[in-house]
């Protein structure tokens, strides 16, 4: 084992895709201090996270986490089921479902791990998933995990969904989607692929771990925004780690559905309830995202100022009307150097390269607060433009001319 993980990461040096772990020493709102090798420190002005609000660091937020640890300790003590289900886990998940509209809540500790509750609660042999190609690899690994026959289709395709369930043999079938997908920004095809459903008697699930707080009313997420119910969407996540600030997620929908992943889902019911002071922390989050509505149109403002310079600079961006901004790079090599370029201007911004995205499509991952100024944005957009122009130039390819 350890020659086989020796040649896998010297496989990864030699196709430029090693990743490292930065350490953060401190944050300031979007600054962060970062240590190298020596333990010395340097702020960055951080453009790769997932605060979209400016809640991480909220004072109301980070003063419901200090109250509630005061008063409820550091842990939960044990599994939801067993003595660690908390009154601030009830109202976390009551305040969740009266947000979204829908019956019922579920707090779990991770995206990742709700994910594998679904799935794995719902589905087994005989039964399948489809899902789109871009999903997060939580999706793709709960599926497998559950031991349903796993078909994807073309990224934000719903005629593609619709042909993998027409060839499906009988048998419970749950069609999958992020609701906006995280590397490129763009947001699934909801209504469509809930009539997709609908047709087919597949359950629509939507992982919605990036548009909840930014997108919809109130910021209720991208399947409010696409305006569905429950009848179309009975089960979507909600991440409590990105727009809200925090940790954890939470499972919001049918109140049988939810009833029934409470007791039967492994992730659920074999692990330690995450603390009480982290689900307190949560609910101040949710509070002022549902109610401050400022965040969301100051989000959407910077959006719109970050494609409009970066157009105008020549900058090469994907289509996303999100917080996610893809800049195309294409070869790893070119988004390192980019990548390392921006650290040395004082910006973070990470290299995004395969297997997290397609061969040959590595970018530049680049993801706005609410918290940015207006001339954090502009600085960045001249940064990456310099980056590029410092590229070296690409070699002409020399075509071989025969002769007759």
Known sequence: MRTRARDAREARTLAQARRVRRTVARRDGVRCEILDGSGAGRWLLNFCGNDYLGLASHFQVSGALQDAAALHGAGSGGSHLVSGHHALHEALEREIADWLQVPAALLLGSGFTANLAVLQGLLGDGDACVQDRLNHASLIDAARLAGCRLRRYPHADAQGALRQLRTLPDGAAVLATDGVFSMDGDVAPLRELAIVARVQQALLYVDDAHGIGVLGPEGRGSVADARLGIDAVPLQLVTLGKALGGCGAVLAGDADLIGHL?????????????????????????????????????????????????????????????PIQPLRCGDNATALAMSRALDAAGFWVAAIRPPTVPEGQARLRVTLSAAHADADVDALVDALAAARDALPPVPAVTRAISTP
């Open 262 to 322: 409470a007791e039967t889902a492994r992730p659920y019911i074999y692990t330690t309830a995450l603390p009480p002071a982290v689900a307190g922390a949560a609910l101040a989050a949710v509070r002022i995202a549902r109610h401050e509505h400022w965040r969301r149109e100051r989000l959407a403002a910077l959006v719109q100022r970050f494609r409009m310079r970066a157009q105008h600079r020549g900058l090469d961006l994907m289509p996303s009307d999100t």
